[in-house]
Each structure stands twice: as C-alpha cells, then as structure tokens.
C-alpha cells in the first residue's frame, strides 16, 4: 500500500463517525429533522454551540406515533462504536406551534434515558446500531420532539475532546397521563465543558463510577 492510500485511509477512518437519522424505521431525515453531519458523520464538540441542541440543518417534515409506556427504536448509522454513554430527552411542542419548525429553545428538555456503563477492567457501553427508549407512560399525550445523543468519551480527557452525535426527532405521543416534566434543562446550557461526565479519562486510571451529565432522569 502506498503512502497516498494510507493517508486516504486514515482520512477515512477520522470521518468515519456515525449519525442519528431514523426513528421507528421512518425513512432517513424525514422523522429526524436533517442534522449538520449527515453527509460527514461529523459530532459537535462544543457544549456552549446552539448545535448543541439539535445540530439542526434543516427541519422535519413528519411525525412517527407511538403510545406513552412503549419504546421508540433510535438508529445509528452504522452504529455507536465509540465508548461513552447513549442519553435521550423530551421537550413538548407548544400548542399551536407546528412540530415541523419549532425551535426548542430555552427550558423546555427534560431527561428520559441515561445509559450508564459496566465497570471493570474498562468502561463498557452499548455499541449499537439501535437503541429501544421507553416513553414515559404518565407524560401528557401531544407532540414532542425527542432529542437522541451519543457521547463519546474516547479522547474527552482534556477540555473540548467528548464529541457529541445527536439529533431530534418528531415524536407524536398518545395515551398517557398529565405528569408535569420536571428539572427541565436548556440547549446549550445543560452541559459545561467540565462536568465529570463529560472531562474524564476513561483510560486510564479505570473509573469506578460514572455520572452522567445532565439533569435528574424523569421518572413516572
């Protein structure tokens, strides 16, 4: 192999990350609206970026239905390799506002999945091409968008180096009950660059714990 093909391999193998673009088999980006990297797999790096909230390129253009209590399937293309934790939260559409175009800003996420790792001889995460989120079964029935990321923590032992693979998909929810969300979070604002979730070395030495960054986690 000549040097021009191992640069081009290892230029490969930078870019080559993974994207969130399917919920519920939807077709590609149409439940999700179109995030940054969905050509260049690319992440967000910096927690102070509104493309922390959604890495939003364009907007959605359908909605998938699923009933309170039960999973909706997030794909990963192709799947969540890198080490760190898989983390889901819900912000509710306004009535009136269209679930198509509204921007989610301020105090408006709460958290519904935080994915903690085994421990032992490394910090082990699911390494999937899916990942079932269960639905809250007592939240208020409407439309929502539901923001899906993937932290990775391979390189995230100096400031800066967590990359984060996100985006927000259209969520249509029925049943359920009328539980208040609480510890509700801004984008950007949930995350500092130092939380001990996100600023860590995972290497070595091998942490005993994790703490997800964050908010609490809802619960029913």
Known sequence: MNTFTLLLAAASAVSAHYTLPIVNGAPAWTAVRQAKNWQNNGFVGDVTSSDIRCNQLNPGNETVTV????????????????????????????EGQDVNTWDPTGAVWFRIYAEQPKFGSSLTWLSAANYDIKIPSCI??????????????????????????????????????????????????????????????????????????????FTC
């Open 67 to 94: 009933a309170a209590g039960s999973n909706v399937k997030v794909n990963v293309n192709p799947n969540a390799y890198h080490p760190g934790p898989f983390q889901s939260y819900l912000a509710k559409v306004p």
């Open 140 to 217: 208020a029935p409407g439309k929502y968008l539901m923001r899906n990321e993937q932290i990775a923590l391979h390189v995230a032992q100096s400031s800066g180096g967590a990359q984060f693979y996100l985006s927000c998909a259209q969520i249509e929810v029925t049943g359920g009950g009328s539980k208040a969300a609480t510890d509700l979070v801004a984008f950007p604002g949930a995350y500092k660059a130092s939380d001990p979730g996100i600023l860590i070395n995972i290497n070595y030495p091998v942490p005993t714990s994790y703490t997800n960054p964050g908010p609490a986690t």
